[in-house]
């Protein structure tokens, strides 16, 4: 896979080429037009890290009321980051920074209509919309896409990982002066999401075809070798958290252990060990681990596979936002 940091250096030589005027400064905010509601109210949700939900924090909501022409003003510096933006059935990825306002003029019974987009944030959101419409389009082809020759995926997912790089190029010459942690998030989730499709695919093709014996290529093996990984400076990129979560997956996996689950539990728990190197990261997958143990059948080995995973979460906060040990919730006869 080519390596991501290529379009973070285009990126960045782009912003620095770049010799626009800066732009006008405006009060921070969200407001808009939104059309045939049911109840009258729009909603924003901030999104937080893997990290900060397994450390136990829900995302800030945030309700506002439309008034009798359907329009609704919110003024607020927001922190910079990702939102989610709610409006009956339809919802939008937006994103913030401090001194820029969004605005949204949507009909909700057009939710696959392109809403109009203004203010100094309306180029995120225009970006995200079109990202969002190509990731429908990338998960309904993988239906099918996991029944193709190892050639063929691969040739798929370089197809879809470039038409998102495609969107984001043409978000930054739109908009050369855009936050340059948005786009290099966006450039990280746009590399760990095919290097997530990749990780998955000798499994989920072996069933697929009914074919546990399938083995893909050497050369295959050696592309998935190449993806960076441990990438200490990714820990808060959702994409990359479940491209981590799928590998650790994927690399235990074995078709002797399906009687097992708790065996495989404890290959993911070292697969953990001795590959994380970023505390944020080995941290979330502990939790992650620790969870899924929670829904198993009781037993003594998953009672001690709990116990080692809780104790090795070196954060208090993670650490607390699970039980000491896993609470019985089978009755009594």
């Given at each position: 896979m ?5 379009l973070i250096?285009?990126?960045i ?11 006008e400064?405006e009060k ?6 939104i059309l045939n509601t ?5 909603f ?12 136990g924090?829900?995302p800030?909501k ?9 329009v ?5 510096d927001?922190?910079e980051?990702?939102y989610?933006f709610?409006?009956?059935?339809v919802t939008?990825p ?14 909700v019974?057009?939710p696959?209509e ?9 180029y995120?959101?225009?970006?995200l919309?079109?990202r969002?419409?190509?990731?429908a389009r990338i998960q309904?082809?993988?239906k099918?896409a996991i ?7 691969v040739s798929?997912?370089?197809?879809f990982r470039?038409?998102l790089?495609s ?7 739109n ?5 340059k942690t ?11 999401l095919?290097a997530t ?8 093709h072996?069933l697929?075809?009914?074919?546990l014996s399938?083995?893909p ?7 998935l ?6 990438n200490d ?19 235990t ?5 399906t ?7 404890e290959?993911?728990l ?7 190197i970023?505390t944020t ?9 620790a969870?899924e143990?929670m829904s198993m059948?009781p037993?003594?080995k998953?009672d001690?596979?709990y116990?080692?995973?809780r104790?090795?979460?070196s954060s208090r906060?993670?650490r607390e936002?699970?039980?000491d040990?896993i609470p ?5 006869p």
């Amino acid at each position: 896979m080519q390596h991501y940091y290529s379009l973070i250096i285009l990126l960045i030589g782009v912003l620095l080429v770049s010799c626009s005027p800066k732009q006008e400064v405006e009060k921070g905010g969200i407001d808009g037009e939104i059309l045939n509601t049911k109840t009258g109210l729009v909603f924003l949700t901030e999104s937080i890290s893997p990290f900060e939900s397994a450390c136990g924090k829900f995302p800030a909501k945030q309700t506002f009321k439309l008034d009798s022409l359907d329009v609704f003003f919110h003024q607020q510096d927001f922190d910079e980051g990702y939102y989610t933006f709610e409006a009956d059935e339809v919802t939008l990825p937006v994103y913030f920074v401090p001194g820029k306002k969004l605005s949204i003029d949507l009909d909700v019974r057009k939710p696959y209509e392109k809403p109009s987009f203004g203010g100094g944030m309306k180029y995120e959101a225009r970006y995200l919309f079109d990202r969002k419409r190509e990731l429908a389009r990338i998960q309904l082809q993988s239906k099918t896409a996991i029944s193709f020759s190892e050639q063929q995926y691969v040739s798929w997912v370089t197809s879809f990982r470039s038409a998102l790089d495609s969107i984001l190029l043409l978000y930054i010459t739109n908009h050369p002066r855009g936050s340059k942690t948005f786009m290099e998030q966006e450039s990280v989730s746009n590399y760990y999401l095919a290097a997530t499709y990749l990780e998955s695919y000798p499994r989920l093709h072996a069933l697929a075809v009914d074919s546990l014996s399938f083995k893909p290529s050497p050369s295959f093996y050696n592309q998935l070798d190449e993806i960076e990984y441990p990438n200490d400076q990714a820990s808060d990129n959702a994409q990359y958290v479940e491209y981590v979560l799928t590998r650790i997956h994927e690399r235990t996996f074995s078709q002797k252990m399906t009687d097992s689950k708790t065996y495989w539990l404890e290959q993911k728990l070292s697969e953990a060990e001795n590959t994380l190197i970023d505390t944020t990261i080995y941290n979330v997958a502990l939790f992650n681990m620790a969870r899924e143990m929670m829904s198993m059948e009781p037993s003594a080995k998953r009672d001690l596979l709990y116990s080692r995973a809780r104790g090795l979460i070196s954060s208090r906060a993670v650490r607390e936002n699970l039980p000491d040990t896993i609470p019985n919730l089978i009755s009594e006869p």
